[in-house]
């Protein structure tokens, strides 16, 4: 049985651009990582994860909107 998952709006939309790149050899660059710094509520781990070096946002599992209106995550660049 395959579920469905409902459609997620994220905003504002996650961009960064390592301003480095043109400066040092690739080797030495830090590029850039991304964390969820903070969410709410706080079962919020249980349904996302965040790629550290793409930020992409994955659904981990389909949220039930009865119990969950709104996830606030606070995205930590660094």
Do not use: C, W
């Amino acid at each position: 049985m395959q579920t469905k998952l409902n459609p997620l709006n994220v905003t504002p939309h996650i961009q960064a651009e390592d301003m480095d790149r043109n400066i040092q050899p690739p080797s030495e660059r830090p590029g850039i990582l991304f964390y969820i710094l903070v969410g709410q509520p706080n079962t919020y781990p249980e349904f996302f994860s965040l790629n550290q070096t793409t930020a992409e946002l994955r659904v981990l599992k389909p949220v039930n909107r009865d119990l969950y209106q709104r996830f606030t995550l606070v995205i930590k660049v660094t």
